[in-house]
């Protein structure tokens, strides 16, 4: 099984200011097909998940262009440029690429300082 | 609008069964595949089995395997999980998600609200 590790585990940031999320994979993502099957998902308090990017970099409709994805191979980042209120939640990544099992990452949680 | 809901979760006593109901509207059903998701309380995501768009192929976490099944009924537009055997440590939200609904081979496009399964004696 693809094993999924993100880093920080919880990411204390002030309002207006940037976070970074990394997730990493226990083995290449790149599908025979060419495409990298790695999907981020914002799960806000008391709510369900939300994807928010698919394909490493692709913004799911309706979501503020102050996310951004990016990565490859193995290697991967969530990017919020200016981060608000509305914000708060746990991350998660996840690898559809070698399934099943499709694999989440243990989610990191972000909060404002 | 798109939408998933889920119906049927409760308190089921160890070694007991329960089948979950996840009602799809605004898409078409019968051409996405189908996932069922949990969380346990205060943890995180663990996909649970997926379904393809006819029904005929189906895949299931190691956790799950022999004691779950997953089915769906494309004229109902609806799809289930029969839990059997269940263990206190199936006690999680199970969420239905989609796949391939707003774009093409992604997964977990859309989420249902989520039903709470709770094994106890």
């Known amino acids: 099984d693809v094993v999924m590790t993100q880093s920080p585990l919880s990411l204390p940031v002030t309002l207006g200011q940037a976070a970074s999320f990394s997730c990493k994979s226990s083995?290449?993502?790149?599908?025979?097909?060419?495409?990298?099957?790695l999907h981020w998902f914002q799960q806000r308090p008391g709510q369900s998940p939300r994807r928010l990017i698919y394909?490493?970099?692709n913004r799911d409709s309706g979501v503020p262009d102050r996310f951004s994805g990016s990565g490859s191979d193995t290697d991967f980042t969530l990017n919020i440029s200016r981060v608000e209120a509305e914000d708060v939640g746990i991350y998660y990544c996840?690898?559809?690429?070698?399934?099943?099992?499709?694999?989440f990452g243990q989610g990191t949680k972000l909060e404002i300082k | 609008e798109m939408q998933l809901v889920e119906s049927g979760g409760g308190l089921v006593q160890p070694g007991g069964s329960l089948r979950l109901s996840c009602a799809a509207s605004?898409?078409?059903?019968?051409?996405?595949?189908m996932h069922w998701v949990r969380q346990a309380p205060g943890k995180g995501l663990e996909w649970v089995s997926v379904?393809?768009?006819?029904?005929?192929?189906?895949s299931y976490a190691d956790s799950v395997k022999g004691r779950f099944t997953v089915s769906r009924d494309n004229a109902k537009n609806t799809v289930y999980l029969q839990m059997n055997s269940l263990r206190v440590e199936d006690t999680a939200v199970y969420y239905c998600?989609?796949?391939?609904?707003?774009?093409?081979?992604?997964?977990?496009?859309?989420w249902g609200q989520g039903a709470m399964v709770t094994v106890s004696s």
């Open positions: 998600a989609s796949d391939g609904v707003r774009v093409e081979f992604s997964a977990f496009d859309i």
């Open positions: 605004g898409f078409s059903f019968s051409r996405a595949w």
């Open positions: 379904i393809k768009s006819d029904g005929r192929d189906t």
């Open positions: 083995q290449s993502l790149v599908h025979s097909d060419g495409n990298i099957y």
């Open positions: 394909k490493v970099s």
């Open positions: 996840a690898q559809c690429t070698h399934w099943p099992p499709y694999t």
